[in-house]
C-alpha cells in the first residue's frame, strides 16, 4: 500500500488521474489535497475520499505520504516540487516540467539530490508506434534518416476548450506557454526520446489565429536539427479539425508515415508490403501515471528521467525565443 497526496488540481488531466488512483484503492490512497484554490481542493478532495490540507507543510511533514502528485499551474511547479523533493517525496510533475529554463533546471538538481522517484506525463512514449519505430531507429532499419515530421495538434482554440475552469491553460503567465507548447512537447518528448537530447539548433513560426485567448499563441511550426544532420520538423496547437497524418520518417532506405493511427512503411528491411498497415507491434505501456503509482508499489518501470525532462524545457524555450526573434537558436545546456 502506497499514500499519496495531491499537490494543486488545476490540470485539465487532474481529473482523469484522480480515476486512475480510485481504481486502485486496494494499493494506493489519497490522504491529502491541497490547491491554493479551496473549493478546488474540496471538490478534488471529495471525488478521492481524502481530507483537505489547509497548507502544503500539512502533505510534507506528514511522514506517512510517500508521493506526491503535483498538477498545479506552471508558475507554481518549482516552489512546490523542490519543498516536495527536500521533503522526501517521489513525485509526479504534469508536463512541462517548469515554466522555463532555469526553473526546469533547479528542479531537477533538486529531485536528483534527493534521490525520491520521478515522473512526468509523457504517455505517448508507451504508444506501440512509437516504441516499435524507436527500434527500428536504433537498428538502423531506415538508413540514413534525412527528416522526421510529427504533428500533434487537436481543435481546443477552435471549440473553445479551455473556456471553462481550465483557463488559466491558455494563459501564458501560469502555463509558460500557450498551444504550441502545451501539444508540442509531447511530441518533442518523442523526438528527443529517438534522437537525442542534443539538439544542435531550432527555430519556429508561432502566432496567434483567432485570439479566442487573447495574445496566448494557438499554433506553430518548428525544426530542429539534430545530430547526423536530421532534421526534424513539429507542428503543434489548438488550429486543427483533424490530425490525420501525425508522422513521417524519410530515410535512404525507409519511410514511415502513421495515417489515422495506423502505421504504413515502406522499404526491404520491414517485414511487410510496402505502404500496407503495420500490424507486427509490440504491447504498449500503461499511461505515464499508471508506471508512477506502480513504481511507488515497487514495481521496475520505464520512467522518464528528470534531466530528459528539463531539456525538453530547454529546447522548447528555445522554439518560443526563435519565433520572437525570427532566427535560429542554440538550446541552453541542462
Known amino acids: 500500500m502506497a499514500k499519496i497526496a495531491f499537490a494543486g488540481c488545476g490540470h485539465i488531466h487532474t481529473p482523469g488521474f484522480m480515476d486512475k488512483v480510485n481504481d486502485r484503492k486496494d494499493s494506493i490512497t489519497t490522504v491529502k489535497v491541497w490547491d491554493h484554490d479551496g473549493e478546488r481542493a474540496r471538490e478534488a478532495a471529495e471525488k478521492l475520499g481524502a481530507s483537505v490540507a489547509g497548507t502544503m507543510d500539512e502533505i510534507l511533514s506528514d511522514g506517512s505520504i510517500d508521493g506526491v502528485v503535483v498538477c498545479s499551474e506552471t508558475d507554481r511547479h518549482e516552489e512546490l516540487v523542490i519543498a516536495a523533493a527536500e521533503a522526501g517525496k517521489h513525485l509526479f510533475i504534469e508536463k512541462p516540467l517548469g515554466f522555463g529554463v532555469e526553473d526546469a533546471r533547479k528542479m531537477a538538481s533538486a529531485i536528483e539530490k534527493a534521490g525520491v522517484i520521478f515522473q512526468t ?44 475552469k481550465w483557463r488559466w491553460m491558455a494563459d501564458p503567465k501560469q502555463a509558460g506557454c500557450g498551444a504550441f507548447g502545451d501539444l508540442g512537447t509531447h511530441a518533442l518528448d518523442i523526438l528527443m526520446w529517438w534522437f537525442g537530447d542534443e539538439v544542435e539548433k531550432a527555430t519556429a513560426v508561432i502566432k496567434t489565429v483567432l485570439g479566442r485567448y487573447g495574445d496566448c499563441d494557438e499554433t506553430g511550426e518548428g525544426i530542429l536539427i539534430f545530430p547526423g544532420e536530421i532534421t526534424a520538423n513539429l507542428t503543434a496547437g489548438w488550429m486543427n479539425l483533424a490530425n490525420p497524418v501525425m508522422l513521417q520518417i524519410n530515410g535512404t532506405d525507409g519511410h514511415a508515415a502513421v495515417i489515422d493511427g495506423k502505421l504504413r512503411l515502406w522499404g526491404e528491411n520491414f517485414d511487410c508490403e510496402d505502404g500496407a498497415k503495420f500490424t507486427g507491434l509490440p504491447e504498449g505501456l500503461p499511461h505515464a501515471f499508471d508506471l508512477y503509482l506502480d513504481a511507488l508499489l515497487g514495481k521496475d518501470v520505464p520512467l522518464v528521467g528528470v534531466r530528459e525532462a528539463a531539456a525538453r524545457n530547454a529546447v522548447m524555450a528555445a522554439l518560443y525565443e526563435s519565433s520572437n526573434s525570427g532566427s535560429w537558436v542554440v538550446p541552453q545546456a541542462i
Request: charged residues 20%.
Open 121 to 164: 506525463g509523457y504517455f505517448m512514449r508507451g504508444n506501440p508506434i512509437n516504441m516499435f519505430l524507436k527500434e527500428q531507429i536504433k537498428a538502423g532499419a531506415f538508413g540514413k534518416i534525412t527528416n522526421v515530421r510529427y504533428s500533434n495538434c487537436h481543435a481546443g482554440s477552435l471549440k473553445g476548450w479551455f473556456d471553462t
